[in-house]
C-alpha cells in the first residue's frame, strides 16, 4: 500500500513538473472548434487561454483552402498546427501581443527570438520535445472529456424532451 502511495505520488509530481514545464508556452485551454458556413467557405474558430493572460486570443482557420491557423489580431502569426500556433500565441506577454495587434511591431519579438519561430508568415516546423507533445496530449485529453460531458448532457435532454413527448400524447389521445 505505501508502494503504492509513493507511486502516485511521483506520478503527481511527474506530471505536475510537465504541466508547469515553460515549453508548454504556457498555453492553459483551446476551446472546442467553432465553425462558420458561408458562401463557398468554411472557417474553423478556436479560443485560446493562455496561462498569464485573463483575455482570450482567437485563432481561425480557413478550411475551405486548406489555409493555416491564424491569429485574428496578428494575422502575420501563422502555423499549420492549431497546438503550434497557440504555443506561439501564448509565447507573446500582454505588451507584445498589443503592439503586434496593433502593427506597431513589424519585427520578432524577444519570446519569438527565444524559441526561434517566426512571427511573419507561417512557423518553420520543429521537432517537438517530449514535454511539448505530453502537454499537447494533455490538452487533447481534456477536449475529449468536455465533448464526452456534452454528449452526456445533450443524451440527458433528449430523453428528457422524449419523456415530456409521450406524455403530451398520452394526455391528447382520446380515453385516456
Known amino acids: 500500500m505505501k508502494k503504492f502511495i509513493n507511486l502516485s505520488l511521483f506520478a503527481t509530481a511527474i506530471l505536475l513538473a510537465f504541466y508547469t514545464h515553460s515549453a508548454n508556452a504556457w498555453v492553459q485551454k483551446i ?3 467553432r465553425v462558420f458556413v458561408g458562401e463557398n467557405i468554411r472557417i474553423h474558430e ?3 487561454r493562455c496561462r498569464i493572460q485573463k ?6 482557420k480557413q478550411v475551405s483552402s486548406n489555409g493555416p491557423w491564424c ?6 502569426l501563422c502555423s499549420k498546427s492549431k497546438i503550434s500556433a497557440a504555443r506561439q500565441l501564448c509565447k507573446l506577454n500582454a505588451s507584445e501581443f498589443t503592439a503586434l495587434a496593433s502593427g506597431k511591431a513589424d519585427v520578432a519579438t524577444p519570446a519569438a527570438q527565444q524559441s526561434g519561430s ?3 508568415g507561417i512557423a518553420e516546423p520543429k521537432v517537438d520535445s517530449k514535454q511539448d507533445l505530453l502537454a499537447e496530449q494533455m490538452l487533447i485529453e481534456e477536449q475529449r472529456i468536455e465533448i464526452a460531458q456534452k454528449r452526456i448532457e445533450l443524451t440527458r435532454r433528449e430523453v428528457e424532451l422524449k419523456k415530456k413527448l409521450s406524455e403530451m400524447v398520452v394526455a391528447s389521445t382520446p380515453g385516456a
Not at 55 to 60: C, D, N, S, Y
Request: charged content about 35%.
Open 31 to 33: 476551446s472546442l472548434e
Open 55 to 60: 483575455k482570450q486570443r482567437i485563432m481561425r
Open 46 to 48: 478556436v479560443a485560446v
Open 71 to 76: 491569429s485574428t489580431d496578428i494575422p502575420s
Open 118 to 120: 517566426k512571427v511573419e
